[in-house]
């Protein structure tokens, strides 16, 4: 009887089980979408990492991601390709739409990618290295950075099976790509051209790709649900500041928000304005190649325009201050890339809006400090009165001035009535001297 039980037991189970495992199997595939148009940094390779971890919860597809920047940082794209490597889910790299390039560490990524791809009229390539401080590398260090370089990147395209020559080629000799000439190159460098992500998919659809571990995987993109997923607001905010224009816009106010600030101790908002400004641009300088001599002509020119009030130099410290800060902002990012430079466009009237600003607030400042003082005993010196009482030389008396009766003392007769001026003022007793009628 026992047994009976145990067996119908089963026979529902296996009846519920096998409709459920029916039905997840026609469930549309899953294809996860991610997107990086700008520099590879530490936010960008954190949103990568954190797209692939989502990925492989969801147990997708594929991966798509849509690529297009000027480049990055080495660092941070071992760290997007270690992930991509490690990926359970098939990552595909689609440089597009058309009219966008991968270059330099978006061309390592593209090689990492278990699919490369890309749009018509898309280039990649020129992966030489640079200095990711925006100092000149000197011969023997750049050629320890290339050849490590072009050892990784001979490494990842070897395992990926594409052409390891044309792969260092674009490391050592900054050689690029079309998609056309990726395609036909042997082996090639790319494994489909695809106008957009839907295209990609269709054409993806049952290949066999090899995994960087040697496995065989087929695809499977037909009919595939896509879920795009995007930076947070965090990543967002974090990879604006790393755009080079805005971090040389926060270096400015910054550097002129603790200006003010030193010029008028109290003023609490400026000081604190700047301070934030300029946190938020050391963040974004250690993503962009920052220039030491570039940070140093800005200070300095700030210095000069600020001893133009302070030294006669006939205007020759405040065309100085204003060139050395229009120098340093140019030579602020050193880098041969122009996505990486704040621009001529926008160097110019900052540069000249700032020296502007600093000069008219500085002479503001020196202004106030020649005002005689208007408080305290400094206050009371040439103020004017009248005696209420007579006095003798030495003697005492009593003078009304601002409204308040004093006790007063005097070299020469004063008598009642006389108007008076304040020489000089020791504790509540004042030295006067007649006022010339």
Not at 72 to 93: F, K, M, Q
Not at 203 to 226: M, Y
Request: hydrophobic share 50%; aromatic share 4%; charged share 15%.
């Amino acid at each position: 009887m026992r047994s009976r039980c145990w067996l119908s037991a089963m026979l529902v189970a296996l009846g519920l089980l096998v409709p459920a495992l029916s039905a997840r199997q026609d469930e549309a595939p899953v294809v996860i979408l991610a997107e990086v148009d700008g520099i590879i940094h530490p936010v960008s390779a954190d949103y990568i990492r954190g797209a692939i971890a989502q990925a492989d919860m969801s147990h997708a597809s594929l991966l798509v991601l849509t690529l297009r920047t000027p480049g990055g940082l080495v660092d941070s794209t071992r760290d997007i390709n270690r992930a991509i490597i490690a990926s359970r889910t098939p990552v595909a790299v689609f440089v597009g739409p058309s009219g966008s390039r991968a270059a330099s560490a978006g061309f390592l990524i593209t090689m990492a990618a278990d699919v490369a791809a890309m749009a018509p009229g898309t280039h990649i390539g020129a992966a030489h290295p640079v200095s990711g401080e925006g100092e000149k590398m000197d011969e023997v260090m750049a050629k320890k950075v290339t050849s490590d370089v072009a050892g990784y990147a001979r490494t990842l395209a070897a395992q990926r099976g594409r052409s390891v020559p044309l792969v260092e080629q674009a490391v050592t000799e900054s050689r690029t790509f079309t998609e056309q000439e990726a395609l036909a190159a042997q082996p090639p460098l790319i494994d489909v051209v695809a106008s957009d992500v839907p295209e990609l998919l269709f054409k993806l659809d049952g290949r066999t790709i090899k995994r960087f571990d040697g496995r065989s995987e087929t695809l499977h993109t037909a009919g595939a649900a896509t879920r795009e997923v995007r930076m947070t607001w965090s990543q967002r905010l974090l990879s604006a500041l790393a755009h080079p224009q805005i971090a040389y816009l926060l270096l400015m106010l910054g550097t002129l928000g603790l200006t003010v600030e030193l010029w008028s101790p109290g003023a609490v908002l400026p000081g604190v304005a700047g301070g934030i400004c300029l946190l938020l641009a050391f963040f974004a300088f250690q993503v962009l190649p920052v220039s030491a001599a570039g940070v140093l002509l800005i200070l300095f020119g700030i210095s000069l325009l600020v001893l133009e009030l302070k030294v006669t130099s006939y205007g020759l410290l405040g065309i100085g201050g204003t060139l050395s800060l229009f120098l340093g902002s140019l030579m602020l990012i050193d880098s041969p890339l122009p996505e990486l430079q704040p621009g001529l466009g926008l160097v110019l009237p900052v540069s000249l809006a700032v020296a502007g600003i600093l000069l008219f607030l500085v002479r503001l400042a020196v202004k106030a400090q020649r005002q005689p003082a208007v408080t305290g005993a400094a206050g009371m010196l040439d103020e004017q009165g009248e005696a209420l009482s007579s006095f003798d030389p030495g003697g005492v008396g009593r003078i009304r001035t601002r409204g308040e009766i004093w006790t007063a003392t005097a070299d020469v007769p004063i008598h009642a009535g006389d108007a008076v001026r304040v020489r000089a003022v020791k504790g509540l007793l004042l030295t006067v001297e007649p006022v010339a009628k």
